[in-house]
T-cell receptor, first 115, second 113 residues
Framework: GAVVSQHPSWVICKSGTSVKIECRSL??????MFWYRQFPKQSLMLMAT?????????EQGVEKDKFLINHASLTLSTLTVTSAHPEDSSFYIC???????????FGAGTRLSVL | GEDVEQSLFLSVREGDSSVINCTYT??????LYWYKQEPGAGLQLLTY?????DMKQDQRLTVLLNKKDKHLSLRIADTQTGDSAIYFC?????????????FGQGTELSVKP
């Protein structure tokens, strides 16, 4: 299957700082990338959908100014958590889909801990 | 509305078969998926089935789809300890833009030696 690489896998930051998470499709062109948030023992909550070269579409209740998404190329999308607070601590997972839009390939996730 | 439901836990003995069940609400969903998540990791696509199929088999995995009852199941034959993980069922309703997936809550499979 296709490979999506996500970095970092774990990040600890101080409250008020910003954190950038990268998501790369290694062997396919991801025309669409998705960002999810997952709380312990819970399902994935879609935060936003981004198409290459376009502004991201955010799900209801997700603050676009807090979670900045950039999808500047067909192989890279980034999520920046701005002015992070302890309540932003979570597991963030990205995925990408290419030619077959309905098949998403997932990154390994990033565990964010905000102190 | 959109809703995918799964039982939360399943425990089996090594070597037995595991059957994980899922119900979904949108009968027009074109694709239905099974993903596996190991602790601290992302989701691994195990298999998917088109809505015009009733069954799909891939090595130890068998997916059964009952469109009338909107029921999807994943059978793992000869379950191993390495199969212990959380399994997510997901659907892809056709009206969703850009292939958005609707996930169930996940079933935690525990395989005992």
């Amino acid at each position: 299957g296709a490979v999506v690489s996500q970095h970092p896998s774990w990040v600890i930051c101080k409250s008020g700082t910003s954190v950038k998470i990268e998501c790369r499709s290694l062997d396919f062109q991801a025309t669409t990338m998705f960002w999810y948030r997952q709380f312990p023992k819970q399902s994935l909550m879609l935060m936003a959908t981004s198409n290459e070269g376009s502004k991201a579409t955010y799900e209801q209740g997700v603050e676009k100014d807090k979670f900045l998404i950039n999808h500047a190329s067909l192989t890279l999308s980034t999520l920046t958590v701005t002015s992070a607070h302890p309540e932003d601590s979570s597991f963030y997972i990205c995925s990408g889909s290419g030619v077959t839009k309905n098949i998403q390939y997932f990154g390994a996730g990033t565990r964010l801990s905000v102190l | 509305g959109e809703d995918v439901e799964q039982s939360l836990f399943l425990s089996v003995r090594e070597g037995d078969s595991s059957v994980i069940n899922c119900t979904y609400t949108d009968s027009s969903s074109t694709y239905l998926y099974w993903y596996k998540q190991e602790p601290g990791a992302g989701l691994q696509l195990l298999t998917y089935i088109f809505s015009n199929m009733d069954m799909k088999q891939d090595q130890r995995l068998t997916v059964l789809l009952n469109k009338k009852d909107k029921h999807l199941s994943l059978r793992i034959a000869d379950t191993q300890t390495g199969d212990s993980a959380i399994y997510f069922c997901a659907e892809s309703p056709p009206y969703n833009q850009g292939g958005k997936l609707i996930f169930g809550q996940g079933t935690e499979l525990s395989v005992k030696p």
